[in-house]
């Protein structure tokens, strides 16, 4: 009994995650916007909250110009990134072609060289490598442009936005009558412990933003790339995608620079410098300023990244990690799910060191004692 009671629940369970998925997938052009406006709400609150308290404006009047101030800076960033990303998809075919004569002139540097038949050049007619190189740029440039219009094309966001700020106690007491099983001191300290991880990931990201972009600026104009300032932080915009967008932001400048410099050495140079700025980046930048705000594990990471990209694409990228997090303290502050919660987290060192190490550790300690 027991036995068939477990596989029935199983049975169950398996069966509403598949039914919760189909929804998520079905309902995508509903829900993302949905999602990305509750992130930016949390992104406006502080500002809101400042002229509420200090300005003493009532809450329509500051949700109104909250929404103003935000949105009018959000579309200047647009117009500026629409128009140069305009300007680098117009010269795509040039690039492509300058690009395939860089090719072309090295093949045969180097098949002159070793004395390579033309039976067997890289050069034949059937190895259309000019094709390939075109098809590719296309691909980028049509990602890149894909990311940049997306929330251009979310226009029920503003309003989604609107009420989330203007009726936020509302919701709030919408959480209450739907958690009556709960204290109402309980289920504060639950959003409130999601909304400070989420500002914390937002504003720590926004700075590590701001670093990269900076850093890959600098090290572009002294390369001599074309719209050095562009690429660079536009690359560092892609930070929201993560593992994938810091591809993307460094493919581009590396196209370029193959394409208008002398020497490919140049794109080896963008490419070594956008990993270096990775390395940090990874490495030094988001610890110190992030942290332990997204106490995310690797796996966990990258297996939500994976599993938004084939849910919702590009947004599903963005929306990954912001939602894992908040599964994260949902998870934790349940007992049926606890082991999930455990499951995303980052690990202890004691799940990490060989068992040699930890007896090491305790021999140590008890010749210190």
């Not at 117009?90 to 690009?99: C, L, V």
């Not at 390939?132 to 309003?159: H, M, Q, R, T, Y």
Request: with cysteine; glycine share 6%.
């Amino acid at each position: 009994m027991k036995t068939t009671s477990y596989l029935n629940q199983t049975t169950s369970n398996l069966l509403l995650l598949i039914g919760l998925v189909f929804v998520l997938y079905t309902l995508k052009s509903l829900i993302v916007p949905l999602l990305l406006a509750i992130i930016m709400s949390v992104v406006i609150f502080p500002f809101q909250q400042t002229l509420e308290r200090k300005l003493k404006c009532n809450r329509l009047v500051a949700t109104l110009i909250s929404l103003t101030v935000v949105f009018s800076i959000t579309i200047i960033l647009l117009l500026t990134l629409g128009s140069q990303l305009h300007f680098f998809i117009e010269n795509s075919n040039t690039y492509g072609d300058k690009i395939v004569n860089v090719y072309t002139d090295t093949i045969k540097e180097i098949e002159s060289v070793l004395q390579v038949r033309s039976s067997n050049s890289l050069l034949r007619e059937d190895v259309k490598f000019g094709a390939l190189i075109k098809e590719n740029f296309d691909v980028v440039s049509a990602v890149a442009l894909g990311w940049g219009s997306l929330l251009s094309d979310l226009i029920l966001i503003p309003i989604y936005i609107f009420f989330f700020l203007y009726y936020r106690k509302f919701f709030r007491n919408f959480a209450y009558r739907l958690f009556s099983g709960d204290s109402k001191s309980y289920i504060n300290t639950m959003i409130e412990k999601i909304y400070t991880a989420q500002r914390r990931y937002i504003y720590g990201l926004l700075k590590v933003m701001l670093i990269v972009g900076t850093l890959n600026s600098i090290g572009l104009l002294l390369l001599g790339i074309e719209n050095a300032l562009f690429f660079g932080f536009f690359a560092a915009l892609l930070l929201v995608v993560p593992y994938v967008g810091v591809i993307v932001g460094a493919l581009l400048p590396a196209l370029v620079a193959l394409a208008t410099k002398d020497s490919y050495l140049y794109a080896v140079g963008v490419l070594a410098l956008f990993s270096f700025i990775q390395f940090v980046e990874g490495y030094f930048i988001t610890p110190k300023v992030i942290g332990g705000d997204i106490s995310v594990n690797a796996f966990a990471a990258i297996f939500a990244l994976l599993a938004f990209a084939m849910l919702w694409g590009i947004a599903g990228m963005i929306l990954a990690l912001p939602i894992t997090a908040a599964l994260k303290i949902l998870f934790d502050h349940s007992t049926k799910y606890a082991a999930l919660g455990f499951l995303i987290g980052q690990p202890e060192d004691r799940y990490l060191n060989n068992q040699a190490r930890q007896r090491l550790k305790r021999l140590k300690a008890r010749k210190n004692n």
